[in-house]
């Protein structure tokens, strides 16, 4: 009786002090004890009571241990549920600050640009660079272009860099947007492990003609934004000049154990809103022509059938 007292005791305090597993090795042990009692008691004296006594024990520790073992799980689980429902409390609260914080972000983002956008159009006006302006018509823009290849072979220098202008883009005969590279084509060997040898010349190169270039417009534009990825280095969406900084002309193709990569670096230079328009007037023909490849499809199913009606 006295190992039973002792061990609802010790089921009391086990439920939310002891871990389970030590909590069923000490239930374990009791009936244990008590069975070793009971036989001990039974060889030595031949009393009925105290058999009774024994054998009540054992019954009350093994219902003991039973109501114990029920109550351990159901508290184990409670105390599951509500860990798990205070890490969905802890998670939403967390994504809600960070959705927070990301949308203030992005408040203070756009007031910047609509802030810098006018205090850089204040300053540059119309000019793009050099002798190209925005809305130039396609001789004004074509006088430049050819002074240029004459009087420098058609290469000009950004902070020291060597670039080629490439294609315009034309809206309605005004000129919004054209993209320089670098004369340079970088060659890098890109291993397994996609660590690049840092002692190779061409990607000390890279690194720094990459950083000389960012610097230059990072002082010009200020800020920039959008995270470097493999193609995408960084951009100024500035509201009267977007600027786009990244790897043209990317190639890659397996050698060996690695890979080869190729590029030529690029600044993209537009100007949105007659970006847009194009963009719109583009959309607007490519949808004109589906329709029309769609009339004609339909007549010709038309004029096909005519040949089979009445069968």
Same mark, same amino acid.
């Given at each position: ?26 239930? =374990? ?62 998670? #939403? ?8 914080? &990301? ?5 203070? /983002? =756009? ?5 810098? =956008? ?5 300053? &540059?006006?119309?000019? @793009? ?9 396609? #001789?004004?823009? #074509? ?12 290469? @000009? ?11 315009? +883009? ?8 054209? +993209? ?28 720094? &003609?990459?950083? +000389? ?35 043209? /002309?990317?190639? =890659? ?14 600044? /993209? ?13 583009? /959309? ?28």
């Amino acid at each position: 009786m006295i190992f039973s007292i002792i061990e609802s005791i010790i089921i009391c305090y086990g439920i939310n002090h002891i871990s389970s597993s030590i909590f069923f090795l000490i239930l =374990s042990l009791i009936p244990i004890l008590i069975l070793w009692g009971y036989v001990n008691n039974k060889w030595n004296e031949k009393k009925s009571f105290r058999n009774f006594i024994w054998i009540s024990s054992i019954l009350l520790s093994i219902l003991f241990i039973f109501v114990g073992l029920v109550l351990n799980e159901k508290i184990h689980k409670c105390e599951i549920k509500e860990e798990l429902e205070r890490s969905q409390i802890y998670y #939403k609260e967390k994504r809600r600050e960070e959705f927070i914080a &990301d949308s203030l972000q992005k408040v203070q /983002d =756009s007031l910047y640009i609509l802030k810098q =956008s006018n205090i850089l159009a204040q300053r &540059d006006g119309k000019k @793009i660079m050099g002798s190209f302006f925005w809305g130039m018509s396609h #001789k004004d823009y #074509k006088s430049v272009y050819y002074r240029i290849e004459k009087e420098t072979n058609g290469i @000009i220098t950004v902070n020291g860099i060597d670039f080629k202008l490439g294609h315009p +883009t034309f809206y309605k005969n005004q000129l919004c947007g054209f +993209t320089i590279k670098t004369v340079r084509k970088y060659k890098l060997y890109d291993y397994d492990i996609n660590v690049f040898d840092k002692e190779d010349y061409e990607y000390n190169k890279y690194i720094q &003609d990459k950083s +000389t270039i960012y610097d230059y417009l990072l002082k010009r534009y200020g800020k920039s934004f959008g995270n470097e990825s493999t193609i995408h280095i960084a951009a100024w969406p500035f509201l009267y000049k977007a600027i786009n900084f990244y790897k043209a /002309d990317y190639e =890659s193709e397996r050698q060996g154990a690695g890979t080869l990569i190729t590029f030529h670096l690029a600044i /993209d230079i537009s100007h949105p809103q007659l970006i847009e328009l194009l963009e719109n007037e583009k /959309d607007s023909i490519r949808k004109q022509i589906e329709k029309e490849r769609t009339e004609n499809i339909e007549r010709e199913r038309q004029k096909k059938a005519k040949f089979s009606d009445g069968l």
